[in-house]
């Protein structure tokens, strides 16, 4: 258990949809970082925040948003939902902002569009 | 922009034998990380090891170890005494120091028989 914890974590949804993925960091962890996995793209860094504020941005489209509250948790908006964003999405949490501090995994929200 | 890649998508090895999975990355910076993960069918991502870049020593953790070449932009993974819990999907990493996203292969899959 990395101390990251996600919810759900199984979303069913239809097309054009819109859903909210919760991520709440370890205890202490100001950074949290949103990642996708499927099938077609395999492993991609969405965006991360820092501390309230974004601070990196990856291959994030624009139907998604995310932002991170006062209490550090987080929230990755996904609209107007495709068949192609059924994937699973990861929140990681680190300690500091910067790339020297390690990233600890939650278990993932597995999302299907139908 | 920095690319990862894993040659192999899949390998076996023996329970207690020894295997090696590889990695090559491109990249044009000079300070970087480089990270191995494992995937286990809970589907949980978990660092097994990482490697700073301006380190020459390799990585080691427990049964896990790396063979970096810097010159060559190779990262390997040895894995030693397999054991059956090793069985999993393996990504090799790459974040730059100076930015946050990081960039994941395509994964190797290892099975480990009995």
């Known amino acids: 258990d990395s101390g990251v914890t996600q919810t759900p974590k199984h979303l069913i949804t239809a097309t054009g949809q819109r859903v909210t993925l919760r991520c709440s960091p370890r205890s202490g962890d100001l950074s949290v970082y949103w990642y996708q996995q499927s099938l077609d793209q395999g492993l991609q860094f969405l965006i991360q925040?820092?501390?309230?504020?974004?601070?990196a941005k990856g291959n994030i489209l624009e139907r998604f948003s995310a932002q991170q509250f006062p209490d550090l948790h987080s929230e990755l908006n996904l609209s107007s939902l495709e068949l192609g964003d059924s994937a699973l999405y990861f929140c990681?949490?680190?300690?500091?902002?910067?790339?020297?501090?390690?990233?600890?995994f939650g278990p993932g929200t597995r999302l299907t569009v139908t | 922009a920095q690319t990862v890649t894993q040659s192999q998508p899949e390998m076996s090895v023996q329970e207690a034998e020894t295997v090696t999975l590889s990695c090559t990355y491109d990249t044009s910076e000079s300070d970087y990380y480089l990270f191995w993960y494992k995937q286990p069918p809970s589907r949980q991502m978990i660092l097994v090891i990482r490697q700073e870049a301006y380190k020459q020593q390799n990585a080691t953790e427990n049964r896990f170890s790396v063979n970096f070449q810097k010159a060559a932009k190779s990262f390997s993974l040895k894995i030693s005494d397999s054991q059956l819990g090793d069985a999993a999907m393996y990504f090799c990493a790459y974040r730059s120091a100076e930015g946050n996203d990081m960039r994941f292969g395509a994964g190797t899959r290892l099975t480990v028989k009995p």
């Open positions: 990681a949490s680190s300690v500091g902002g910067q790339p020297t501090y390690e990233q600890y």
């Open positions: 925040y820092y501390n309230g504020e974004e601070r």
